[in-house]
């Protein structure tokens, strides 16, 4: 029995695949080789054949392989102890080169071909952070005096126009006189001296010369009171060394910047599907990343309302600046009275974001204090507990006004905040309601715009002749100042400029409520 | 017997709809009706919202912009489908001309109201060229649904960018729309 030798069909095999990825990549086009200039060919030709001398030093295609694949009851089978029939030796060499080859033309183009041929060259260059480099002498700048400007004169507006228009015949002494304008002196620039080794400098000079400005610098001050100076800096980091750690953690372990959670009665809209216990549930920017503007929705989608209406205040692009998704933590299926229990206990409700942020924010503050002990510029005061921190409970099922109030949590005063709506609508006005339900609760308070004066009314609306001048009507029927009834009219809906609107409504809201906040 | 009921239900709705892309293609061919006395009524239109409604110190109200325009046309249908988007252009300057632009024309030239219809008519060019990316043949339901679904893209302009149309309601991006085309020879 006799069998094809392993050395052979592996370099087949090798020089196939390397070969398909080549061409599926597109490199292999007669348009790409064509495009390939004489500097790139020597390169992959010169890399293909060191890789092939490299790889057939190991190889030995001359040394028969000592396993074979073999047909055994009509099957492949690799067997041993056979003599295989091999390729000859400059064959093998050639799949390997055509494979290298392949690789070799994926890598390299025109571009990092000239890359290649220019780096001795870039190497050999003095590099300007380790020596003096001379100056390259400027010509000096010759500037000329600027065009002089017309004098104003006051009082003579009038009589220049009556010129230009032509009821004057002369400006009279209102003429244009013009200002003497003087050449720019020559600006004295000082210059830093090279400390750097210089270009014909020797290296022992360099060296000797770097060894004594150290020394230098060494004997300059009495060694003891620099000792001394060394030892409070060590003992002072000494007594911050726990808020020192704590910082290097909370950058380390990504702990969050701000912590804002909200507890809603509603079920939660994406319930976690199986495959996402796998692959993680979708990022909350991605999900809220382009919001359609007013999608229609039917009863059952309350909870979706709720999550839309809460995107589109805090983190739809469209009107601008955003709240930092990541920030936020919506607790869907919470307790109607969730916020009740949240006053009563606040500890228990106090997740692992919320104690990592304060602790991050104190860790801040006392590396702040360490910094002025030092003597040393203060970083930037973190925000306040209550901006990075918060609480809000919408409750769905009885309606409430917005109320706000405070909890300590960890020392620190956190404000809780509640609104409650009856009931929600998803179709028609009711989104609006919620929107001003959330903003109520988010923002504390809402300054609802008045009313429109040019606000149509349904009769204005619904004339036979003249639609495009009534529907443009619509631009003042601002649903949030209570012109409402456009949104209960699906023929006026699917024209009605809620761009408009909403984007008044909520950069209003935004900069009110982003005021408020901040991040660590 | 419930087929029966959807088909009935959805012959009813389809009836409700208005049929915006039919009034806008009656406006188009007002507009291109018009021809050379397109000027001359947007001219007219100007003047009697100005005398009229005193356009000049406030918006003027729509009843009185189309009781103007009504009186201009005096019945003819055809008068009136143009004249429902000359006022509508009227009301949407602000929209397409920011304000120290119009501020600028007012200086700088001699005429205000023909500086700004140029510039109004470079802006709907602006409008147009998205129209055109569009690629429908028919222009009247290419207007109404490039204006229907313009409002929810983003549309983020610089200040003072004269490349750029902001968010439009429906009606503005219409008659723009039908303006420019109507117009074009």
Redesign the interface.
């Known amino acids: 029995m006799t069998g094809f030798g392993l050395k052979s069909a592996s370099a087949i095999a090798i020089a196939a695949l390397l070969v398909a990825i080549a061409g599926v990549r597109g490199v292999l086009a007669p348009e790409h080789l064509a495009h390939l200039g004489a500097p790139a060919c020597w390169t992959i030709g010169l890399i293909a054949a060191l890789g092939t001398a490299l790889v057939m030093q190991g190889w030995q295609p001359a040394v028969a392989s000592r396993t074979a694949i073999a047909l055994q009851a009509r099957r492949l089978a690799i067997v041993e102890g056979v003599v295989p029939r091999e390729l000859p030796a400059f064959a093998q060499r050639g799949l390997l080169f055509v494979g290298i080859a392949c690789v070799a033309v994926s890598a390299l183009g025109n571009h990092a071909a000239a890359k290649l041929a220019a780096l001795p060259s870039e190497l050999a260059t003095p590099s300007p952070s380790r020596y003096c480099l001379p100056k390259v002498a400027a010509a000096p700048e010759v500037r000329a005096a600027p065009a002089p400007e017309p004098v104003e004169q006051p009082g003579c507006a009038l009589v220049k126009r009556a010129f230009q228009l032509g009821y004057a015949k002369t400006l009279g002494s209102c003429a244009p006189k013009l200002a003497v304008a003087t050449p720019d002196a020559p600006v004295a620039t000082k210059s830093d001296v090279c400390e750097r080794r210089q270009l014909d400098e020797p290296f022992l000079h360099f060296a000797a010369r770097r060894l004594g400005g150290a020394f230098g610098n060494a004997i300059a001050e009495s060694p003891i009171a620099r000792l001394e100076h060394r030892i409070d800096d060590v003992r002072t980091h000494v007594d911050y060394l726990g808020g020192l750690v704590a910082d290097i953690h909370h950058a380390i372990a990504g702990s969050p910047h701000a912590a804002h959670h909200i507890w809603i009665n509603l079920p939660d809209p994406h319930p976690t599907k199986l495959t996402e216990h796998f692959t993680g549930e979708p990022r909350c920017s991605t999900r809220f990343a382009s919001l359609?503007?007013?999608p229609s929705w039917q009863a059952g989608d309350e909870s979706r309302v709720v999550e839309h209406v809460l995107g589109q205040l805090l983190f739809a692009?469209?009107f601008g600046t955003t709240a930092s998704c990541n920030d936020y933590t919506i607790h869907w299926d919470a307790p109607a009275d969730a916020c009740t229990a949240l006053r009563a206990a606040p500890s228990t409700f106090a997740s692992a974001s919320v104690g990592a942020v304060l602790d991050r924010r104190k860790r801040q503050l006392e590396l702040g204090e360490l910094a002025k002990r030092l003597g040393r510029p203060p970083p930037l005061a973190p925000p306040a507990a209550d901006a990075i921190v918060s609480f809000a409970c919408l409750s769905v099922g009885a309606g409430k006004p917005a109320t706000g109030t405070t909890v300590q949590i960890a020392g620190e005063t956190v404000s809780v905040r509640e609104v409650g709506i009856a009931a929600i609508k998803p179709t028609g006005d009711g989104p609006i309601e919620v929107y001003l339900a959330l903003a109520a609760m988010l923002g504390g308070s809402t300054v609802l715009p008045a009313p429109h004066s040019?606000a149509?009314t349904p009769a204005?609306l619904d004339?036979d002749?003249?639609?495009?001048?009534?529907?443009?009507?619509?631009?003042f029927a601002d649903p949030f100042a209570g012109s409402r009834w456009p949104l209960d009219r699906?023929?006026l809906v699917?024209?009605y400029?809620?761009?408009?609107h909403l984007?008044a409504f909520v950069e209003t809201f935004r900069r009110g409520y982003l005021a408020q906040r901040g991040r660590l | 017997m419930k087929s029966l009921a959807l088909v009935v239900m959805l012959a009813t709705a389809a009836a409700a709809a208005p049929d915006r892309a039919g009034y806008v293609a009656r406006a188009l061919t007002a507009v291109q009706q018009l021809g050379s006395a397109r000027d001359a009524l947007d001219a007219k239109i100007y003047a009697a919202a100005r005398t009229q409604c005193h356009a000049d110190s406030a918006a003027p109200t729509i009843a009185c912009l189309i009781d103007a325009a009504r009186a201009q046309c005096a019945g003819d249908a055809s008068c009136i489908a143009a004249a429902d988007v000359i006022v509508t252009n009227l009301r949407s300057v602000d929209a397409f001309v920011d304000e120290v632009t119009r501020v600028r024309l007012l200086r700088g030239s001699a005429d205000y109201r023909v500086a700004l219809a140029a510039e109004l008519r470079r802006r709907y060019a602006v409008l147009a060229a998205e129209l055109v990316l569009a690629g429908a043949s028919d222009e009247a339901h290419a207007i109404d649904e490039l204006c229907t679904k313009r409002d929810a893209a983003i549309h983020v302009c610089e200040p003072g960018a004269t490349d750029c149309i902001p968010s439009l309601p429906y009606a503005r991006c219409v008659a723009a729309l039908v303006w420019y085309v109507g117009g074009a020879p």
């Open positions: 359609p503007l007013w692009t469209r040019a149509p204005e004339g002749d003249f639609s495009l001048t009534r529907l443009d009507a619509l631009t699906p023929d699917a024209v400029p809620f761009e408009r984007h």
